[in-house]
């Protein structure tokens, strides 16, 4: 796993939405394995800052090693972003950036139980800290709101059906069983696996990532200096639409994005995983 590297998305865009020059300050909210974030520190060389938040320790350590060249530019925080103000107090920033989800290292290592691809434990916790993971989450969850959890992330159709099935067991063994008695309830909808939709559900179950990111959204505006600007980077439309309608009645805030910045077709081409990101961005007044 030691070779993952996360290739950002629209690093370009970002980097212009957000103004990066020389003597900035910069937080990365979702660090990772640093991409955006080297790029930000190159990008403002050679005083530029740069403070990073990722609630995954090995990702922490991963970009640690990565922006170790930029020596005191950098500074990184274990934590959910949703808490970036009493985990970094008293910190202004010119810019906020904010790319939701998982990185590629956590999906492509099989211990974490991200993927249906390669059988793990059914884990899925960012923050392997703290939490229940996906096998405890859905022992405790009522059905109801399991139901809910499916619907939000797609399954409209399914959404019972998968209920029954995954409540009808005290316990999974792991990722491939669960793929697997998913792919026989379910039929295949183009081109991805029948277990894709369920498993996005459940890891934002189970992370609240749609709780985390509302947090994040009503605190974010304040880690800002009047002018700077936050982006924020979706990969559904679940999320893409908490992030479209947040500020709409804020005064604090204005839009800078009138309809989402997509990537363009070589980047779509070259990094699957862009495909579905929405970029928006917006100022502090
Ligand atoms: C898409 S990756 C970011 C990749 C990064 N931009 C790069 O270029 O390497 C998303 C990261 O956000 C982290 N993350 C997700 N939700 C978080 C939260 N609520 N608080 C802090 N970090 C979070 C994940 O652990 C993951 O490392």
């Known amino acids: 796993m030691s070779d993952v590297r996360h290739q950002p998305v629209l ?41 990073g938040i990722d609630r995954d320790a090995d990702a922490l350590a991963r970009s640690a090693e ?8 950098v500074r990184l ?11 970094l107090p008293g910190e202004n920033f010119d810019g906020v950036l904010a790319d939701l989800g998982v990185s590629s290292m956590q999906l492509l290592t099989p211990e974490r139980g991200f993927s249906f691809m390669a059988e793990g434990p059914l884990d899925m916790r960012m923050d392997r800290s703290t939490g229940p993971s996906a096998a405890e989450y859905l022992a405790a969850v009522s059905p109801e709101e399991l139901e ?16 029954a099935l995954l409540k009808s067991r005290e316990s999974w063994s792991g990722t491939a069983e669960l793929a697997q ?19 996005m559900a459940l890891r934002m179950a189970v992370n609240r990532e749609m709780e985390s990111l509302k947090s994040f959204l009503e605190v974010a505006p304040s880690l800002l200096e ?7 980077i979706s990969f559904h439309s679940t999320e893409d639409r908490i992030v479209k309608r947040f500020y709409q009645k804020r005064e604090d805030v204005r839009r800078i994005t009138k309809s989402p910045v997509i990537p ?15 970029l928006r961005v917006f100022e502090k007044i």
Not at 148 to 163: D, I, M, N
Not at 264 to 278: D, F, I, T
């Open 11 to 51: 690093p370009a865009e970002c980097l212009e939405f957000l103004r990066v020059r020389p003597g900035g300050r910069w937080l990365d909210a979702t660090v990772g394995l640093g991409g955006h974030a080297e790029s930000i520190l190159q990008a403002s060389s050679p005083d530029g800052r740069l403070m």
């Open 66 to 73: 990565r922006l170790a060249p930029f020596g005191d530019r």
């Open 77 to 87: 925080v274990h934590g959910n972003y949703s808490e970036a103000t009493s985990l």
């Open 148 to 163: 809910e959890r499916l619907r939000e992330a797609g399954e409209e159709r399914f959404a019972k059906k998968l209920t």
């Open 181 to 199: 008695a998913v792919s026989r309830t379910i039929p295949r909808r183009g081109k991805s696996h029948p277990a894709t939709r369920v498993f």
């Open 226 to 232: 009047p002018g700077g600007r936050l982006a924020v």
């Open 264 to 278: 363009a077709w070589e980047e779509r081409k070259g990094n699957p995983r862009s495909r579905s990101a929405k």
